[in-house]
Structures are given as structure tokens and as C-alpha cells.
């Protein structure tokens, strides 16, 4: 064997004694870190603070301290037109939803004033709800295609709207007609406010 041989014998030795070594390393690394990543993974949450998820409406939102998330399907208008898909209220409530009003033994009411005279003094109420009744009458509405509510509110104080009456958007999403509700108290406080428009702002549709 010429000194020539032995010489890259001598690097290609060097060689696979640094790749193991450098193996051996990310084995080490490995080891270490992957419990700590195990433990990172997202608690989805139905009482803030945390991540509420929804697989069944596909919506996932960011819920303040110290507010519930309720997941339907909820009847909320005694005919079933409306079903509710999921709600947030501030001040901590299991299975909340604001509901129609039953007038008599035939029909029921539903709409901003009810929805307003159900929320707690210095609370906030938000609501998504399918509209399950005769078609849209008027114009198609067009499909809504934001994966956020930026194109359905802008934020704002909400203690400064209509007093009595929550805010309620139809829009049209999937093939299906729905309503975004917002009430927030005119005696909340600035503090309830920003949680408000914070849930607001984090909302998404995964499709």
C-alpha cells in the first residue's frame, strides 16, 4: 500500500469519526428535547384563558380570561329556524345562550332587544348561528370567504352602540346562511371591552 493510500485511509477514518460524533449529538439533543417538545403541544380549552377549537364548525379562537365557550348544535328559536353553533360569554357561564322569547303558545320572538335583555349588567355575549328556515329572501348573499370576521365588523366600543339591541350580521358561508352576534353591556368596563374585541380579532375559520 503506497503512502498515498494511506493517507486517505487516515482522512476517510477522520471522516466516520466526526459523522459519528456528529450523530452521537443529535441522538443526545434528540433525547433531551423531545420530551420537553411532547409537553408543548395545545390545550384547547372551553374556559379562558386558551385556545377554543371547534372540528365540528371548524373555528378556532383565542378565549380571554375568565370566558366560556359553549359548542352547539343548540336550538335557540322555538320553530328550530335558528341553531346555534357556538357562543362566548365574559362572565364564565356553562351552556349559555341567549334564546327566543315564547310570546304565546305559537311563535316565539328572536332578535337583537331578546338577545340584549339576556346578557348580564357589565357583561358581553358573542354568538354564531345557522339559519335553518325558509330560504334568504332578497338578494343572494354573497359567499363570505375571509378565514377572520374582518370583513363583518370593525372593532370598536360596543358599550356605544344601540343600548338595547345586540349587533347581528347575516352572511353566507359553506352554503349556509349565518348570523354573527356581538352584545357587550354599556356598563362593562374597559377591561371587558378589550377582551371582546380581542376574541373578536382572533377568530378563524380552518375552511
Request: proline share 5%; net charge neutral.
Amino acid at each position: 500500500m503506497t503512502r498515498h493510500h494511506i493517507k486517505i485511509n487516515k482522512k476517510l477514518n477522520v471522516l466516520e469519526h466526526v459523522n459519528y460524533s456528529i450523530k452521537y449529538f443529535i441522538m443526545i439533543i434528540l433525547l433531551f428535547f423531545l420530551p420537553l417538545l411532547s409537553n408543548c403541544t395545545i390545550n384547547f380549552v372551553s374556559i379562558g384563558p386558551g385556545i377554543f377549537h371547534s372540528d365540528k364548525y371548524n373555528l378556532e379562537i383565542k378565549l380571554p380570561s375568565g370566558w366560556a365557550a359553549v359548542e352547539g348544535p343548540e336550538t335557540l328559536f322555538r320553530s328550530g329556524s335558528l341553531e346555534g353553533m357556538v357562543s362566548f360569554n365574559s362572565w364564565a357561564q356553562n351552556n349559555f345562550w341567549a334564546r327566543g322569547s315564547n310570546n304565546n303558545s305559537e311563535s316565539s320572538v328572536y332578535n337583537g332587544s331578546i338577545i340584549a335583555s339576556q346578557i348580564p349588567q357589565g357583561e358581553a355575549y358573542v354568538a354564531l348561528v345557522a339559519e335553518n328556515g325558509p330560504p334568504y329572501i332578497g338578494k343572494p348573499l354573497p359567499e363570505y370567504k375571509f378565514n377572520d370576521l374582518s370583513g363583518l365588523y370593525k372593532p370598536h366600543d360596543w358599550r356605544q352602540d344601540n343600548t338595547f339591541s345586540a349587533y347581528i350580521k347575516t352572511f353566507s358561508r359553506g352554503g349556509a346562511i349565518l348570523e354573527l352576534e356581538v352584545y357587550c353591556h354599556p356598563n362593562a368596563s374597559d377591561e371587558t371591552l378589550t377582551a371582546l374585541n380581542n376574541l373578536l380579532q382572533s377568530w378563524r375559520f380552518l375552511k
